[in-house]
């Protein structure tokens, strides 16, 4: 499933669970996704902009260029998440969980040479 805008689902009783599914270039623009999961996708170029992933799981899945702008990540789990690139200046991340192998990514915007 490709680009498809789940930004414009009522809310109402709206909840996610998926498994090994392709969901890249969707849009979850300010949506309540929290709970829902998301374990082996590839979420690549997906936007999450303004969202609420709090208590949410996204591991192990591929988030090249995805869109986290001021969205919610507190509790979330990113366990096995590869390839983010999440600003904490600008989203909430308190109790989120991540490899300890990807957590460096969180320092991406800040241009450091780690060695």
Not at 6 to 23: A, Q, V
Not at 54 to 62: G, H, Q, R, Y
Not at 71 to 99: C, M, V
Request: with cysteine; aromatic share 10%; charged share 25%.
């Amino acid at each position: 499933m490709l680009g498809l805008s789940f930004d414009t689902c009522s809310d109402f009783g709206f909840e996610m669970h998926c498994k090994r599914c392709i969901l890249q270039h969707s849009i979850f623009y300010k949506m309540d996704l929290r709970q829902c999961s998301f374990e082996h996708c590839n979420l690549s170029e997906a936007d999450f902009g303004e969202a609420d992933l709090s208590d949410a799981v996204l591991s192990d899945c591929n988030l090249e260029r995805t869109v986290f702008r001021y969205t919610n990540l507190e509790k979330a789990n990113l366990i096995g998440a590869t390839n983010f690139t999440i600003d904490p200046d600008i989203n909430k991340l308190k109790g989120a969980r991540f490899s300890a192998s990807e957590v460096i990514r969180l320092l991406d915007k800040y241009g450091l040479i780690i060695e």
